[in-house]
């Protein structure tokens, strides 16, 4: 459809009296809303290890504690230094010193996690590849790829950004996708990496008036969400509109674009760091919701509705201790750990400094519970005796009730 025509689909339905009662009554329902879309019954504690990726081109392995009743520290993490360990892809550096390899994105997918770069090379190339986490973590595939030429913004310069970020998968296939304009997939065969083409989505979006493009597979590798945010020219200022599509993934994995339902969030920079701006999110074990991180506020997604409703209400959660990247749910999706970045330094030599941590969110109840928990420069400190400007991004991994 048109941009105009679909922007008054969803602005009368953001607006319109029985759209704002409907709202309303979700809001008020609060946690019956949000508990609706879970597994009964609730455990005690939970564990598990989660990978968080980074800009200096290796991921924190951090094993992870969670304990709900304790409301002012739910969450222990062990990392490097901290009896876990650093998963390197890694060391090459462009000349300013900062890595080629900025990683925003990672997909485990049994003993393999896969991931891909943020930033080209030094040559202008992306890079994506695998690694084995039952040998020792190596890294067993590095492929170099051009950036695809429809991709003008941000181009191939030296550490051009930003590219790959989130990603999807299915049994057969690893799709990260871009955050460039124009915005692409790139569908990856599991069994060949060096197999892989590029998907663009122009045919499903209205225009090329956007910023930013991510996006997940369900369990089940059926359906895949992607996600962009509208701005008034291309990679341009976002408009508070953020478009959810919902595609088939079966479709996807042989090239092909089939819309299965589309929804709309909002959101108006009121939240920490004061920009709503849609990253990454995932899906419940059972494929009955999707956990959206926003910048400034999350939302909890109504997977099985073909409007994608927001079950914490259309502008989602403000409530948060940072910058929103991404979540990842229990795997009984009654909890989730959002990956947030900060700036908690008040020394004046390390106040412009972010840290990247984790945080625990009560999806039933629909609120954040204990302050962020540091897993970048917990160990940076210790490792190298200084805060570094930490950027983390996407994780993934398992966490089980104990």
């Known amino acids: 459809m048109t941009r105009s025509i679909w922007h008054d689909t969803f602005r009368g339905r953001r607006h319109g009296p029985a759209a704002m009662v409907a709202a309303g009554a979700a809001l008020m329902a609060g946690a019956a809303v949000i508990a609706g879309a879970v597994t009964a019954g609730e455990a005690s504690k939970y564990t598990g290890k989660v990978y968080v990726a980074g800009h200096g081109g290796h991921v924190a392995e951090v094993a992870v504690t969670i304990d709900p009743a304790n409301t002012e520290a739910p969450l222990a993490v062990k990392t490097l230094m901290q009896d876990g360990a650093k998963l390197t892809v890694s060391m090459k550096k462009h000349a300013n010193g900062s890595s080629q390899y900025k990683l925003h994105d990672v997909r485990v997918d049994g003993d393999t996690l896969y991931w891909s770069t943020y930033n080209t090379d030094v040559d202008g190339n992306l890079h994506y590849g695998a690694v084995d986490l039952a040998d020792g973590n190596k890294v067993t595939t590095d492929i170099a790829v051009p950036v695809d030429p429809r991709a003008t913004k941000p181009g191939t310069k030296p550490d051009a950004m930003p ?5 999807g998968q299915t049994e057969g296939y690893f799709m990260p996708m871009t955050m460039s304009n124009e915005a692409y997939i790139t569908v990856i065969d599991k069994k060949d990496l060096e197999k892989s083409f590029n998907v663009f989505l122009d045919s499903v979006l209205p225009d090329a008036n956007y910023k930013f493009l991510h996006g997940a597979t369900d369990p089940t590798g059926s359906r895949f969400l992607a996600v962009v945010n509208l701005s008034d020219v291309p990679q341009g200022r976002i408009t508070g509109e953020h478009l959810m599509i919902m595609l088939d993934a079966k479709a996807l994995e042989q090239g092909r674009l089939v819309k299965l339902g589309e929804g709309l969030l909002f959101g108006d920079g009121s939240g920490p760091f004061g920009a709503s701006i849609t ?10 919701k999707i956990l959206m991180s926003g910048g400034d ?3 909890v997604i109504d997977a099985n509705d073909p409007d994608l409703q927001a079950l914490n209400g259309i502008e989602g959660d403000v409530n948060i201790g940072g910058q929103s990247h991404d979540m990842l749910p229990t795997s009984d999706g009654r909890y989730a750990l959002i990956t947030v970045r900060t700036k908690p330094y008040s020394d004046p030599g390390d106040a412009d400094k972010m840290d990247g941590a984790l945080q625990v969110y009560d999806v039933v109840n629909g609120r954040a519970i204990g302050e962020p928990v540091s897993v970048c420069n917990a160990c940076h400190k210790q490792a190298m005796g200084a805060n570094l ?6 994780l993934d991994g398992r966490v089980t009730p104990l």
């Open 279 to 288: 990253f990454r999110s995932a899906w419940s074990a059972d494929g009955s």
């Open 389 to 394: 400007n930490a950027v983390l991004c996407g």
């Open 163 to 167: 590219y790959y970020c989130a990603s």
């Open 297 to 299: 506020r999350v939302w």
